[in-house]
């Protein structure tokens, strides 16, 4: 059976070339970079050419790019760093109810350790308003951290108008790129960021390698001590494969985007309107226009996500209930009770996430099979409501 993968916001498939491009790296090239004899400067050379790639996929310099293990590390060394960081007069950090728990965590972290935190409501389309940012604006505010785009329903926040606000306070400002990086524009000056993070894996890259930009003068405490590796700001070896599969995953995105995001726009499009023809009770989650190329999520009242998953699993396709991090926990999606929907809907909601290798025939094949999957999921539910209710009161 042909697999039908829509779950390219949990991770991408590495790109044959990125792999061709890191295998010398496991064997021919495999000194360390930081050794000065012709193996280790080798390495060096490809470290900085990758690193030097990613940077321009953000308009950065080269020097304002940390490699780090990934997506949770950036986001982990961006908010602890600011937290901790020497010169750090506040306490104070505003960021929004709808990040990733990579965002969240760190945060939760930091408010058990003295340090408060505004966790910033969003609109029923997912949108957060610079005005709330503004008005959340204490003089102990140290940083303003805002996603780029949301992972579960495709958002694309403001983040021009609440750069400025952050600009204007002089108040260090993060954004999460995670879903936006290679897939949309993204330059850090029109922004106005001063940090951002991005992964490898969610671009066609290796898993376990991103990348966090520090904006030159922005001062971060390190937590990985050690080597001097990445100007002293995180130590260890670098992974030189993953970094040049990083390397090479960047510069064919970054060639591919302006066809690519228009492809898959056109696919969400008519994915999107062939599922609200097709499905009557289907409402669409995340804002209707300021959105990611890629990301359909749908309610569709009066079923249970997990068991439409199964149900399209069995006919060889692959989509998720939201983020992937909490799909074998029953919690209804954070995100989506931020935008407005009960606990009941949220668990009534479907995230397709199309990508690179997606089809036509792809799409035209989900939209054949799911209106039988979701009446055949909801005969199910009702079947397991009923043995519910006959085994509470027997
Ligand atoms: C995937 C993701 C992360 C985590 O990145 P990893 O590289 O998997 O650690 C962080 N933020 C967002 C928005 C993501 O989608």
Not at 19 to 33: I, Q
Not at 69 to 79: K, V
Not at 312 to 322: H, K, M, N, R, W
């Amino acid at each position: 059976m042909n697999r039908i993968y829509l779950d390219h916001a949990a991770t991408t498939p590495t790109h044959p070339e990125v792999v061709k491009a890191m295998l010398p790296y496991f064997t021919d090239v495999f000194g360390n970079p930081s050794t000065l004899y012709a193996y280790g400067q080798e390495a060096r050379k490809a470290v900085e050419e990758a690193r030097s790639k990613v940077a321009s996929l953000i308009n950065a310099l080269s020097e304002e790019i940390v490699f780090t293990s990934g997506g949770t590390e950036a986001d982990n060394f961006a908010i602890k760093g600011v937290g901790y960081a020497d010169e750090n007069e506040g306490n104070h950090i505003i960021t929004t109810a709808i990040e990733h728990h990579a965002v969240l965590e760190p945060c939760k972290f930091l408010e058990k350790r003295g340090f408060t935190a505004t966790y910033l409501p969003v609109d029923k389309y997912g949108l957060v308003d610079p005005q709330d940012v503004k008005k959340a604006i204490t003089d102990k505010t140290i940083l303003i951290s805002v996603m780029h785009a949301n992972n579960e329903v495709g958002t694309i926040e403001p983040i021009v108008a609440i750069g400025k606000i952050a600009r204007e306070r002089g108040i260090i400002f993060h954004t999460d790129a995670v879903q936006t990086a290679g897939h949309i524009p993204v330059n850090v000056a029109e922004l106005g960021v001063d940090l951002l993070s991005i992964s490898a894996h969610k671009l066609y890259g290796p898993k376990g390698i991103g990348a966090l930009y520090i904006k030159k003068g922005t001062r971060l405490a390190s937590f990985i001590h050690g080597g001097e590796q990445e100007r002293r700001q995180r130590a260890g070896t670098e992974n030189t494969p993953a970094i040049v599969g990083f390397g090479k995953a960047v510069e064919i995105v970054a060639e591919e985007m302006t066809d690519e995001r228009t492809r898959l726009s056109h696919l969400r499009d008519k994915f999107t309107k062939g599922l609200v023809k097709q499905i009557e009770q289907i409402q669409l989650n995340g804002h209707p226009t300021e959105r990611l190329p890629n990301n359909v999520n749908v309610t569709i009242d009066g079923t249970r996500a997990n068991l439409v998953l199964l149900n399209l699993e069995v006919e060889g396709i692959y989509a998720s209930t939201g983020s992937a991090c909490s799909s074998s926990n029953p919690e209804p999606s954070h995100v989506l009770l931020a935008l407005g929907l009960s606990p009941e809907q949220a668990r009534s909601s479907l995230r397709f996430t199309l990508g690179r290798g997606t089809t036509e025939d792809d799409i035209e094949r989900v939209l054949e099979v799911l209106p039988h999957i979701i009446d055949k999921a909801m005969v199910m539910s009702e079947l397991l409501e009923g043995l519910a209710r006959r085994s509470k009161c027997c």
